[in-house]
């Protein structure tokens, strides 16, 4: 069946948009992500706060000391949305939705041990909380 030329500048758009939405999640170029840290989160490396900030794309300190329940304040000083939240697995799994730029989480962790914590929305960004 031939096509018609509405029907063809139909398709050409829809190609177009799909093309241009590929690979996207609705969140800034993923291009130039910081990468992981290569230094492992232990008691030796971690940083003593209360609190982590969200900023350049990355946890900052990626891997925290805070003692059982105190609580660790999570803030978004990025232009983005983000998430914290705990790795499948963890003893006291939370989710903080998503933090808009300036808004905060706050959440005391009772259990001592290491606690990974990523972003859902940008699955390269993550860090670790050592509970003590």
Not at 80 to 89: F, I, K, P, Q, R
Not at 111 to 122: A, I, S
Request: glycine letters at 8%; hydrophobic letters at 40%.
């Amino acid at each position: 069946m031939p096509r018609t030329a509405p029907s063809r500048a139909l398709a050409a758009a829809l190609a177009a948009s799909l093309i241009a939405l590929a690979g996207c999640d609705g969140t800034p170029d993923d291009e130039g992500a910081p990468p992981v840290p290569p230094v492992p989160c232990s008691a030796a490396t971690a940083t003593a706060t209360t609190e982590v900030l969200i900023s350049g794309m990355q946890f900052v300190p990626f891997c925290a000391t805070v003692a059982a329940g105190v609580p660790l304040t999570f803030t978004n000083a990025d232009a983005v949305e983000h998430t914290v939240t705990s790795d499948a697995g963890q003893p006291e799994p939370f989710e903080s939705g998503l933090l808009f730029p300036g808004q905060q989480f706050t959440r005391a962790l009772s259990t001592p041990g290491t606690v990974r914590v990523h972003d859902r929305l940008h699955p390269w960004m993550s860090g670790s909380v050592i509970v003590q």
